[in-house]
């Protein structure tokens, strides 16, 4: 069973910055493909970033250069850091880790941009 945890949401101003962590259990981490994704209120949850065993990255456009994906397999914990902010980035985002043909989801951690 693998479990993931997200952390480092919050309250922040138009271009302001956020880190999001999410923490996995298993002793496979560093073979997971790993994903955050967002919802936003009367949205459909959405692909944000995506990040393989090997650290190929994809990214949606909207996010491209202001988002960045990174994994430290030791730690077995995946990040999202995330610049230029704006107030379409509101949401709350999720953590997927997919291993051995399953999806396994977070909570999610709110994030909201707004002044």
């Known amino acids: 069973q693998v479990q993931v945890v997200e952390s480092g949401g919050g309250l922040v101003q138009p271009g302001g910055s956020l880190k999001l962590t999410c923490a996995a259990s298993g002793s496979s981490f560093s073979i997971y493909l790993m994903g955050w994704y967002r919802q936003a209120p009367g949205k459909q949850r959405e692909l944000v970033a995506t990040i393989t065993m090997g650290s190929s990255t994809t990214y949606r456009d909207s996010v491209k250069g202001r988002f960045t994906i990174s994994r430290n397999n030791a730690e077995k914990q995946m990040y999202l850091e995330m610049n230029s902010l704006k107030p379409e980035d509101t949401a709350v985002y999720y953590c997927?880790?997919?291993?051995?043909?399953?999806?396994?989801w977070g909570q999610g951690t709110q994030v909201t941009v707004s002044s």
């Open positions: 997927k880790a997919h291993y051995l043909g399953k999806d396994y």
